[in-house]
């Protein structure tokens, strides 16, 4: 049974351009929840989002970040014209369901913002 | 504001000692609280959760004892091995249902 996927790994982008960040959930999950750590910093709750809607966008900036978890294929959190304060360690994480339920990560996405 | 707060960035024990790591809470909505472990360039893998009803919760080696009055709960580890060597996050969430809110972590070190 595979675990929570993230592609790709490292990430390096220039000022200004776009990073797409991709995560499959475990097999049976329908829930998906983006994370980032910054250096030296716990992780930030971003975006919760299940298949076709945004649930809780609260952690999420107001500009440039964006996400979706569409009906096929794999959760997508969208960086537009990255800046430097964008590198960081972004995580998600999958659960079966809503209610006390435990969140599973995947490796992270490593994001370089030259 | 910090929500969750993990105050020893580092804790050093012997292995076969007991490690025992704390966090302590501001948000007494918080029902549910998870440990998760961490290498370095790896996602944080679950370790052991309890929910508000509950004081304590037991998985082997693992024990996280929930003192709500105190709004403090703790790790405890016991034999510590050297693959504990680790940083530790402390995690809380309203209901289950939305993101966790995490500690800065503990870097926990397994001498031998």
């Known amino acids: 049974n595979a675990g929570v996927m993230q592609n790709p790994r490292h990430l390096v982008r220039r000022r200004g351009q776009e990073a797409r960040l991709r995560c499959s959930p475990m097999k049976g999950h329908s829930h998906v929840y983006w994370y980032r750590q910054l250096p030296e910093e716990g992780l930030k709750f971003m975006v919760y989002?299940?298949?076709?809607?945004?649930?809780?966008e609260s952690g999420m900036p107001k500009e440039r970040f964006s996400a979706e978890f569409p009906k096929e294929g794999p959760s997508i959190l969208r960086i537009q014209q990255v800046v430097r304060g964008d590198s960081a360690a972004y995580f998600c994480?999958?659960?079966?369901?809503?209610?006390?339920?435990?969140?599973?990560f995947g490796p992270g996405t490593r994001l370089l913002v030259l | 504001d910090q929500q969750v707060k993990q105050n020893s960035p580092s804790l050093s024990v012997q292995e076969g000692r007991i490690s025992i790591l704390n966090c302590d809470y501001t948000n007494s909505m918080f029902d549910y609280f998870l440990w998760y472990k961490k290498y370095p360039a790896e996602g944080p893998t679950f370790l052991i959760s309890i929910s508000s009803i509950k004081d304590k919760n037991e998985d082997g080696r693992f024990t996280v004892f929930l003192n709500k009055s105190a709004k403090h709960l703790s790790l405890h580890i016991v034999p510590s091995q050297p693959g504990d060597s680790a940083v530790y996050f402390c995690a809380a969430s309203v209901g289950g249902a939305d993101g966790l809110t995490f500690g800065k972590g503990t870097h926990l070190i397994i001498q031998p």
């Open positions: 989002l299940q298949k076709e809607n945004i649930i809780d």
């Open positions: 994480a999958s659960s079966p369901q809503a209610g006390l339920e435990t969140q599973y």
